[in-house]
């Protein structure tokens, strides 16, 4: 169930835009918003994105 992956990307790469961390970093920060949400059932993240992008060492 890939509902929601896209959208999610798209949220993650803005906030990447939004606080300045860079073209690169903000796609990273999409992919791993929708890279979370396609491995599970739902469209709903299951764990924190901010605490996962700070895991991934992901400025946020």
Do not use: C, M, W, Y
């Not at 990273?28 to 901010?50: D, F, N, T």
């Amino acid at each position: 169930d890939t509902t929601g992956a896209g959208d999610l990307f798209a949220a993650g790469f803005l906030v990447g835009l939004v606080r300045n961390v860079g073209h690169e970093n903000a796609g990273r920060l999409g992919a791993l918003a929708a890279a979370e949400v396609i491995q599970h059932i739902g469209a709903r993240p299951l764990v924190s994105l901010k605490e996962l992008a700070k895991a991934k060492g992901l400025l946020v």
